[in-house]
């Protein structure tokens, strides 16, 4: 975990609709972040063992590696000890999708997203997820 | 008697995100021609799709009306019922040309 409030925290993101992309950019615009934004599953691993994220957020829905796959390797890397510092994992989804969301939370998520999200609140709705789980 | 159609839908938008606006309706204007292709592909899964995306941006965009077809798109699309598609992307098109955005 990034442990200094005043260091830049690295976020990675995950969605394939370049609308939804736009509104992450805009509500995580502070300075407080360094940012990358991607629109797949395969993309998000292998960002995960070279850029190491603080936090991940990762819609369920997406092309090529769809989030929930993503999230399966993710828990894979991380049991193999291939991922030296472990990220906050946060996955986004629709309102309508609990299943989805139950079954992510089996294999272990910090917190989730619904869409559609206000772009103003998510910047306070992912780091309550982060300190939450930096506490731990 | 004035005809619905020309009616004007207002809708105020936060002036953060005016910028984004455009290209976001420019999107759907997109998305009415390719669900029509879709439909007649019977290509069912991209419709539900392209109706899943809509639900999942169209209120962060402030616009719920957007939402709410994506949601009955999505919902149709599994079912796969031609008739309520259509009626929905007349839906969308009509709301397309009667909304107003106010950005305060």
Redesign the interface.
Known sequence: MNNDKNTKLKILIADDDKDIQLLYEEGLSSDRYEKRIVGNGNDVLKLYKSWHPDIIVLDITMPIMSGYQALGKIKELESTGDIKKRAVIIMATAMSDEDDIMDCIKLGIHGYIVKPFSYKKISNQILDYYYKNELR | MMDDKNEKIIVSV?V??KE?MP??LL?RQKDIKSIKEALEHNDYYNIQ?MG??M???????GLDTI?DIG?SLEKAAKERNSEDIKNLVNELSDYLGQIKIIYE
Request: hydrophobic share 20%; charged share 15%.
């Open positions: 936060d953060d995100i984004l290209g976001f999107n799709i899943h995306s639900k999942g941006s169209g209120s962060g965009y939402s949601t």
